[in-house]
C-alpha cells in the first residue's frame, strides 16, 4: 500500500515541469541570477495579482515581516499584538525589531486571533497588530479594520499560509498597510526553496522596504540605515511566476478536496471539523481537526502505522515557548490556544490529492476513533 504524505510537491511539479524546466535553464544560461528582470517581472506580477500598487520580493516569509514592521516604524519600546498560536516567525520578526510582542488568545471556530480580546491588551505601547491567516482562513479583516483606525495601529497581514485566500471581494494582502507572504515549498504558492514578499499600497512602505533589503542602500556602496541582505533569487522569481498563474486552480482544487472531506468526515465521531467562517475565502493551506475523543500522538501513530501522515501544528502555543520566559506569560492564561495545541491534527492536504485516497484515510480515522 503507498504511503499518503501530508504533501506531494512531486505531483505539483509535475503540472508545470516542461515550463519550469525552460524557465530555470533560461536563467542559468543568463549568468543573472540575483536581481534583474526576472524578478522585477513576478513582482509586478505579485502586485497586479493582489491588485496593490507594490510588490518587494525578499529572502523569505520572516525576512517580510520583518522588513514591514522595520519599514513602519517599529522599535524599542513598541508592542505589537498578534496570536500566540502560530509559527515563531511571526513574533521572531517582532523581536528582531526590539518590541515586544503581545499574544492574544484564538477562537476555536477559525485557529485565529480572537478580536474580542484585542482592544483589552492594547496600551500607549501598541504600535501595531499582525493578524495571522492561519491554515489558509482570513482573518475578519472588516472588524480588525475598524479596531485598528480607532486606535491609530497598523496592520501587518501574515498572509504566509493564505495566498490567494480573501475577505469579501478583496485578497489577503491587500487589506492592511503591509502583507507579507512565505513562498516556502508548501505554501499554496511555493517555491523550490525560501523566498517572500511584501504587498501594498504605499509607495514610502514600498520605498523603504527595498532600501532596507539591500543593505539600506539606494544608491550602491551608500548606505543611508542600517539594512540588511534579503533579496529574492532570479531562479525563485521565474518559477514563482510560472506557479502564480496557476494559483487559483490549485487553490480551487484545494477548497474541493476540503469540501470532500466535509463530506467524508460527516459521520465520525469525536472531531470538530474545520470551519470556513462568513464572509471570508478559505484555501486551505492545511485540513486540521479538533479531536475531541482520543489523544492526539496515539492517533498520528496509529495512521502511520497505515502509511498515512499527518501533522501538528502547533504542539506548543508562542507564550509557553521558552523564549519567551520573559514576557512572564503563565500557562492557562490563554486556554483555547493550548487546547488546540494538545488536539489539533492536520490531514493531507494538497492539489492532487484524490478522492480514494481521502477516503482511505477517513477510513483509517474513522476505524480508530470508534475503537
Keep these: 500500500m503507498s504511503q499518503i504524505p501530508p504533501v506531494d510537491l512531486g505531483r505539483q511539479y509535475a503540472t ?4 519550469a524546466n525552460a524557465a530555470v535553464l533560461e536563467v542559468l544560461s543568463s549568468g543573472r541570477y540575483i536581481g534583474g ?11 497586479q495579482y493582489h491588485q496593490v500598487e507594490y510588490s518587494a520580493g525578499c529572502n523569505s516569509g520572516t525576512d517580510a515581516l520583518y522588513l514591514a514592521l522595520k519599514a513602519l516604524g517599529v522599535t524599542a519600546g513598541d508592542e505589537v499584538i498578534t496570536s500566540t498560536f502560530t509559527f515563531i516567525a511571526t513574533a521572531e520578526a517582532i523581536c528582531m ?4 510582542p503581545v499574544f492574544v488568545d484564538i477562537t476555536t471556530e477559525t485557529f485565529n486571533l480572537d478580536l474580542d480580546q484585542v482592544e483589552a491588551v492594547i496600551t500607549p505601547r501598541t504600535k501595531a497588530v499582525i493578524p495571522v491567516h492561519l491554515f489558509g482562513q482570513p482573518v475578519d479583516m472588516t472588524r480588525l479594520g475598524a479596531i485598528a483606525q480607532k486606535h491609530g495601529l497598523y496592520i501587518v497581514e501574515d498572509c504566509a499560509q493564505a495566498t490567494g485566500a480573501k475577505w469579501g471581494d478583496r485578497l489577503v494582502g491587500s487589506l492592511g498597510d503591509i502583507g507579507c507572504f512565505s513562498f516556502f515549498p508548501t505554501k499554496n504558492l511555493g517555491g523550490c526553496g525560501d523566498g517572500g514578499a511584501i504587498t501594498t499600497h504605499r509607495r514610502d512602505l514600498y520605498e523603504a522596504i527595498k532600501m532596507l533589503r539591500e543593505h539600506g ?6 548606505h543611508e540605515v542600517m539594512g540588511v541582505n534579503s533579496r529574492l533569487d532570479a531562479l525563485q522569481a521565474v518559477i514563482l511566476d510560472i506557479k502564480l498563474r496557476h494559483l487559483d486552480q490549485w487553490n480551487q482544487q484545494r477548497q474541493a478536496i476540503a469540501k470532500n472531506y466535509d463530506f467524508l468526515l460527516s459521520d465520525v465521531p469525536g472531531i470538530q471539523r474545520p470551519q470556513a467562517i462568513p464572509g471570508g475565502t478559505h484555501v486551505w493551506n492545511q485540513y486540521t481537526l479538533l479531536l475531541k475523543a482520543k489523544e492526539r500522538d496515539t492517533l498520528r501513530q496509529e495512521l502511520l502505522a497505515q502509511d498515512i501522515i499527518t501533522m501538528v ?3 506548543k502555543p508562542l507564550h509557553l515557548q521558552p523564549v519567551f520566559e520573559d514576557l512572564g506569560y503563565q500557562s492557562g492564561q490563554f486556554p ?3 487546547q488546540c495545541s494538545h488536539q489539533v491534527l492536520s490531514l493531507p492536504m494538497f492539489p492532487g490529492l484524490t478522492p480514494s485516497e481521502q477516503e482511505r484515510v477517513v477510513a483509517a480515522l474513522k476505524e480508530q476513533l470508534t475503537v
Design 217 to 222: 542602500s539606494k544608491i550602491r556602496y551608500q
Design 313 to 315: 501544528y502547533y504542539p
Design 37 to 47: 528582470s526576472s524578478v522585477t517581472e513576478f513582482e509586478n506580477h505579485f502586485a
Design 97 to 100: 525589531c526590539g518590541a515586544t
Design 336 to 338: 483555547l490556544a493550548e
Design 16 to 19: 508545470i515541469a516542461e515550463a
